[in-house]
């Protein structure tokens, strides 16, 4: 147990829905993370998070958005949904702003019909 | 442009064995490496990292090598157990201009058959 949750596990939705998953970091973590794994592809960093600040940004989609809470908690917004999007959404949790060791979530699965 | 590539998507070795996982790197900027195992249904969990500073970090039957001259790492797995069957992901990060981002490498499937 990373100690990093996120939810839901699995949710499913059709094309052009609006879905938010949710994060939770570790307890004391700063820094939080989002990845999409599509099938049998590798990690897209999408945002990081930093104690509340969009601290980096990766190949994000105009339609995604992030935010982090001033509890750090965090949740990714996926609107317009294509069947494309469908795929595993990690969120994990650092330290601190550094190249710190990341631990991830259990990821949620997204499928859209 | 992928910073971070593992060219062999998938490796199969006898227990016992040692497991030779490899990861190649372009950004001359990147000053930190890290290795992630992951199971199916579960996310990447930490496995060992290396600082550009070192050429070799040891945990236990895992090593990490780096070549900083070819841009190379290699993780060895020494010996290869059944569980470790999973997939390797390489890390990479520049600690003091990027922000703590890790970018990652597609991942090799490992295979240790009994």
């Known amino acids: 147990d990373s100690g990093v949750t996120q939810t839901p596990k699995h949710l499913i939705t059709a094309t052009g829905q609006r879905v938010t998953l949710r994060c939770s970091p570790r307890?004391?973590?700063?820094?939080v993370y989002w990845y999409q794994q599509s099938l049998d592809q590798g990690l897209q960093f999408l945002i990081q998070?930093?104690?509340?600040?969009?601290?980096a940004k990766g190949n994000i989609l105009e339609r995604f958005s992030a935010q982090q809470f001033p509890d750090l908690h965090s949740e990714l917004n996926l609107s317009s949904l294509e069947l494309g999007d469908s795929a595993l959404y990690f969120c994990?949790?650092?330290?601190?702003?550094?190249?710190?060791?990341?631990?991830f979530g259990p990821g949620t699965r997204l499928t859209v019909l | 442009d992928q910073q971070v590539k593992q060219n062999s998507p998938s490796l199969s070795v006898q227990e016992g064995r040692i497991s030779i996982l490899n990861c190649d790197y372009t950004?001359?900027?990147?000053?930190?490496f890290l290795w992630y195992k992951k199971y199916p249904a579960e996310g990447p969990t930490f496995l060992i990292s290396?600082?550009?500073?070192?050429d070799k970090n040891e945990d236990g039957r895992f090593t990490v090598f780096l070549n900083k001259s070819a841009k190379h790492l290699s993780l060895h797995i020494v010996p290869s157990q059944p569980g470790d069957s999973a997939v390797y992901f390489c890390?990479?990060?520049?600690?003091?201009?990027?922000?703590?981002?890790?970018?990652f490498g597609d991942g090799t499937t490992l295979t240790v058959k009994p």
């Open positions: 890390a990479a990060s520049a600690r003091y201009t990027n922000a703590g981002k890790s970018t």
């Open positions: 998070y930093y104690n509340g600040e969009e601290r």
């Open positions: 994990a949790s650092s330290g601190g702003g550094r190249a710190d060791t990341q631990y």
């Open positions: 950004n001359s900027m990147f000053d930190y």
């Open positions: 290396i600082s550009s500073i070192k």
């Open positions: 307890s004391g973590d700063l820094s």
